[in-house]
């Protein structure tokens, strides 16, 4: 069980129900975007207290390992396959019946389209069977806002999100209020990742297959190209950096471990010289286009890489600001970030009607926090 206090000045007040909060809320919050399957339930208290109650979190990994990769069809039917016990679990280890919940909160995108649509679909048939509000969650602005449930981290910050389809620096200055200031230009770092190690036969998933082998690497091996570094505007661009370690790797044909390893090193010393010379560049935006940010915040999977966090944490003390990267578990896809995110928004008493529709693209910066129906 995870337990967090803080003000809840941390929380503005917005919308048209302020009259309808109570003292203490819950919401239950499912995940299905990719390849986890999660239901959660998280509780505010009046104090400011967030606590979440239960957060299971089954993943896929096996049923996609054979394709090295996720398969949309085998990742949506293992969705429907468990999501109902899964949400029965964590009602129960909650210990609350589903008359205690004020809303129930389902990613409605982006994401596999297959596994959105079991979700949100769960999601309507509960709200719908309880009389409970609908929260149709951007499951990006969950990422965003998952430091305000473990460090109750205030308005506005900054946000890198880096996963295996995301790579964006967002300015997050409040609820529904995004301003993305750099995102990739192709390829994601934790796609990146993955086509490395698919490339270097590391297996699936890439990302920690890479970061285990580069620790046994020699990172200035290889001469890798460290793409838009310098450049005025806080954007990524990882394709030609996989091009680079791809023209290496056949140069050097047929690899022994060691190779994978100075590989891995080489690439992962790239990426985190990457990673920290656009972070520069957007606290200098943030800046000078919006003010002074309370902290640097790290959210996605790839938020877990030892070597990119400790990197972040320096440049964030250099900067004069706090770094706040999530526990590894809420730095990946879980159904606790969804209902967080379906707190944030229900407490400024928004929410959605029952013919919201699932999204496969969902930008952050588009989405705009509206009173719904039950508002």
């Known amino acids: 069980m995870f337990n967090k206090a803080g003000s809840l000045s941390g929380i503005k007040s917005g919308g048209t129900a302020r009259g309808n909060r109570r003292a203490m809320m819950h919401v239950l919050g ?74 129930v909160a389902a990613a409605a995108g982006p994401g596999l389209i297959g596994g959105v649509l079991v979700g949100l679909t769960t999601a309507k048939a509960i ?32 946000l890198l999100l880096v996963s295996g389809g995301h790579s964006q620096l967002v300015a997050v200055r409040d609820v529904g209020d995004y301003h993305r200031l750099g995102t990739t230009i192709d390829d994601a770092i934790g796609e990146a990742f993955d086509k490395v190690a698919k490339m270097l036969s590391l297996g699936f998933p890439g990302g920690p297959a890479v970061e285990i082998a580069a620790r046994d690497g020699d990172p200035e091996r290889f001469a890798l190209p460290r793409p838009l570094f310098g450049r005025p505007e806080p954007d990524f661009s990882l394709s030609g950096l996989k091009t680079a370690v791809r023209l290496a790797a056949e140069a050097i044909q047929p690899l022994n471990d060691q190779d994978v390893a100075d590989l891995c090193a080489s690439f992962q010393a790239a990426i985190v010289d990457c990673v920290i010379d656009r972070t520069r560049v957007a ?35 250099e900067a004069g600001l706090r770094l706040v990267v999530p526990p590894p578990k809420l730095c990946t896809d879980n159904g606790a970030m969804i209902a967080w995110a379906g707190i944030e928004r229900l407490w400024r008493g928004f929410s959605d009607n029952l013919d919201a529709a699932a999204r496969p693209r969902w930008p952050l910066d588009e989405t705009r926090a509206k009173p719904g129906a039950r508002a």
């Not at 109650?53 to 949309?72: A, D, K, M, W």
């Not at 149709?136 to 305000?148: G, K, Q, V």
């Open 30 to 103: 499912l995940e299905t975007t990719c390849d986890e399957t999660s239901a959660a339930v998280v509780r505010l208290e009046a104090d400011g207290t967030r606590t979440i109650l239960s957060n299971r979190i089954r993943s896929q990994i096996e049923e996609h390992r054979p394709f090295g990769g996720v398969v949309p069809e085998i990742a949506a039917r293992a969705h429907v396959e468990v999501l109902d016990r899964m949400v029965r679990d964590a009602m129960v280890e909650a210990g609350i019946g589903f008359d205690a919940l004020d809303g």
């Open 127 to 158: 709200a719908l069977g309880i009389g409970k509000p609908l929260l149709a969650i951007n499951h990006l602005e969950a990422h965003a806002l998952t430091p305000r449930l473990t460090d109750n981290v205030p308005f506005p910050y900054l």
């Open 283 to 317: 606290i200098r935006a943030f800046r000078r286009e919006i003010g002074q940010p309370s902290a640097l915040v790290v959210a996605g999977g790839v938020g877990a890489n030892r070597a990119i966090r400790h990197a972040l944490q320096r440049s964030a003390t």
